[in-house]
């Protein structure tokens, strides 16, 4: 698989919204169970964070192999992040 890379905040509501459905993405689905996913905290990882700046607004965010896959957005529900982190598992196969 490729390299998922996801940018997060501490204390977001939709970024553990995004880890909830992480998780069962790699339930649901045994193939994606093993998948590399990079965290990077937007305030604690600057310098990481520093080469998506001009690529994301919202966290979390979520690249395969530097493409941006996911960019949440305000009022987004559990439903409609689940079914972008899918598609970015997809993405990454």
């Known amino acids: ?5 996801l940018l997060k905040m501490q204390g977001c509501p939709y970024c553990a ?4 459905a992480i998780k069962e993405v790699k339930a649901e689905y045994p193939e994606f169970a093993d998948a590399e996913i990079e965290i990077v905290d937007k305030h604690q990882d600057r ?3 520093a080469e ?6 919202y966290v979390p965010s979520m690249f395969v192999d530097g493409k941006k896959i996911y ?3 305000p009022g987004e529900s559990y439903g409609e992040c689940l ?4 598609k970015v598992f997809r993405a990454a196969v």
Not at 52 to 57: G, H, L, P
Not at 83 to 86: F, G
């Open 83 to 86: 079914l972008s982190v899918k």
């Open 71 to 73: 960019e949440a957005s």
């Open 17 to 20: 919204q995004a880890f909830a």
């Open 1 to 5: 698989m490729k390299k998922i890379t």
């Open 47 to 49: 310098d990481r964070a």
């Open 52 to 57: 998506f700046a001009e690529k994301y607004y």
